[in-house]
């Protein structure tokens, strides 16, 4: 484990990349989080090896806060629950994704990359699944409704036991207002997961769903998100 944060502790993490370790107890090669609240900015979370352990990068209990903004979470692989990141359901919370890229991901017997539990605030907004080994992304199972806004998936991305709103999503399986397609990414095999012209995806997000969960006016490139 990497970083091990306890009781009410408040950690930034950023600019940083976590690879390559083989987690210990529950899991969380990259984070133990007890009961503490953590950001995590543009950090890149690799290569954990957490075969026979819940969560391969993140482990988040009692209580625990994370937040992920303009992260890269790829390549790793867990034994059981989801293969990146599990909160359990022995508190409350909150857990916040944005701007995310989770990509090549393999996950163990629950199969899915985000498992999500307990009393929980639970969100993900302009965030990307792609090339992972697993039938859904997201297990929601808060005791509050997850909020899922701008995704893209390219397999269904709800478990059908989820409690979740979902909007201006791309994946299979889709209902609502949302789009029944894989998204259509320019070289997922090759980490390009932009989309291409013509995608579903496309022109579909919501800026106000952006801006409320704190994106700002420009993309990771700098160009205007809305033109």
Do not use: K, W
Request: aromatic share 8%; charged share 15%.
């Amino acid at each position: 484990v990497i970083f091990r944060f306890f009781n009410d502790h408040v950690a930034t993490i950023e600019e940083m990349s976590l690879v390559n370790t083989r987690p210990i107890g529950q899991g969380g090669g990259a984070a133990v989080i007890e009961g503490a609240s953590v950001t995590f900015n543009a950090v890149a979370m690799e290569q954990h090896d957490g075969t026979g352990r819940p969560a391969a990068v993140l482990f988040g209990f009692r209580d625990a806060s994370i937040a992920l903004n303009s992260c890269f979470v790829a390549e790793n692989a867990s034994g059981e629950f989801g293969s990146a990141i599990i909160a359990d359901a022995s508190g409350s919370g909150s857990i916040s994704i944005l701007n995310t890229v989770f990509a090549n991901n393999s996950g163990g017997e629950r199969r899915e990359i985000i498992d999500v539990r307990g009393d929980r605030d639970f969100g993900i907004v302009n965030t990307t699944f792609a090339n992972n080994g697993t039938p859904f992304a997201v297990s929601a199972q808060a005791s509050t409704p997850a909020q899922l806004a701008n995704v893209v998936s390219d397999v269904p991305l709800l478990t059908s036991n989820s409690i979740a709103l979902t909007s201006n999503s791309v994946f299979p399986g889709a209902t609502g207002n949302n789009i029944d397609a894989e998204p259509s990414f320019a070289d997922a095999a090759n980490g390009d997961y932009t989309l291409l012209p013509g995608s579903p995806g496309v022109d579909l997000g919501d800026p106000v769903a952006f801006t409320d969960a704190g994106g700002g006016d420009v993309d990771i490139l700098g160009n205007p998100r809305i033109v």
